[in-house]
């Protein structure tokens, strides 16, 4: 519907477990974003990639990893998680180069559930 | 750093009746978008202002934007079931690089 997907749109794993969530945009756009949304907390910006370079990353803990291959592609590989990382984890894309001035669209997100 | 702030944090109206959320920022905004994002959904880019004292609508939705350029608001007239969801506004600062989002606010509609 909005030219970002994301894979898998549920997942629930321990915590020893490592997975990947993977997000694709189909916009053409230069910049792409990993945010958690937590029940009752606001939009917390995780990382931001700007023509595949990281510009950004807001002290996440290195259990989270980030990887964008390419400008389309953008991964977050889990690893040890704790049973609070349990949340909403939305990808972004905008035109821009994540200067904040091209609004941003949004995947439907994984609901992520650690046990 | 920069902060963008939301109220009310929850709101609940009897279907028709108006419904406004303020957002605030601690630091002057060169822009302001805001998002909707239903229950389960995800949030959509509804709308962005870029000019102090600017007003946009978009059939019974009216944006506005503060005369410095701190704060927005966003004004639903007569609402219906279909406008329940989260509403964000997030800002760019005037010397910052990046989007902040605010908390949002969660509009409930009783029909």
Same mark, same amino acid.
């Given at each position: 519907?909005?030219?970002?997907?994301?894979?898998?749109?549920?997942?629930?794993?321990?915590?020893?477990?490592?997975?990947?969530?993977?997000?694709?945009?189909?916009?053409?756009?230069?910049?792409?974003?990993?945010?958690?949304?937590?029940?009752?907390?606001?939009?917390?910006?995780?990382?931001?990639?700007?023509?595949?370079?990281?510009?950004?990353?807001?002290?996440?803990?290195?259990?989270?990893?980030?990887?964008?291959?390419?400008?389309?592609?953008?991964?977050?590989?889990?690893?040890?998680?704790?049973?609070?990382?349990?949340?909403?984890?939305?990808?972004?894309?905008?035109?821009?180069?994540?200067?904040?001035?091209?609004?941003?669209?949004?995947?439907?997100?994984?609901?992520?559930?650690?046990? | 750093?920069?902060?963008?702030?939301?109220?009310?944090?929850? /709101?609940?109206?009897?279907?028709?009746?108006?419904?406004?959320?303020?957002? #605030? &920022? =601690?630091?002057?905004?060169?822009?302001? +978008?805001?998002?909707?994002?239903?229950?389960?959904?995800?949030?959509?880019?509804?709308?962005?202002?870029?000019?102090?004292?600017?007003?946009?609508? /978009?059939?019974?939705?009216?944006?506005?934007?503060?005369?410095?350029?701190? #704060? &927005? =608001?966003?004004?639903?007239?007569?609402? +219906?079931?279909?406008?329940?969801?989260?509403?964000?506004?997030?800002?760019?600062?005037?010397?910052?690089?990046?989007?902040?989002?605010?908390?949002?606010?969660?509009?409930?509609?009783?029909?």
């Amino acid at each position: 519907e909005t030219g970002v997907t994301q894979t898998p749109r549920h997942l629930v794993m321990g915590m020893t477990n490592k997975k990947s969530l993977k997000c694709e945009q189909h916009l053409g756009h230069n910049a792409m974003y990993w945010y958690k949304q937590s029940a009752k907390k606001p939009l917390e910006l995780m990382f931001v990639y700007s023509l595949e370079e990281r510009v950004e990353n807001n002290s996440v803990p290195s259990r989270f990893s980030p990887e964008c291959p390419n400008s389309s592609h953008l991964f977050l590989h889990l690893h040890t998680l704790q049973p609070e990382d349990s949340a909403l984890y939305l990808c972004a894309s905008s035109q821009d180069s994540a200067g904040g001035y091209y609004e941003q669209y949004f995947g439907p997100g994984t609901r992520l559930t650690v046990t | 750093g920069q902060q963008v702030m939301q109220i009310p944090q929850y /709101q609940h109206v009897q279907e028709g009746e108006d419904f406004t959320t303020y957002c #605030n &920022s =601690s630091t002057t905004l060169s822009n302001i +978008q805001w998002y909707k994002q239903r229950p389960g959904g995800h949030p959509v880019f509804l709308i962005q202002l870029v000019k102090s004292g600017e007003v946009k609508k /978009q059939k019974r939705l009216t944006f506005q934007f503060g005369e410095a350029k701190k #704060n &927005s =608001s966003l004004h639903i007239t007569a609402t +219906q079931t279909t406008d329940v969801g989260t509403y964000f506004c997030a800002g760019r600062g005037e010397y910052g690089n990046k989007l902040v989002f605010g908390a949002g606010t969660i509009l409930r509609v009783k029909s």
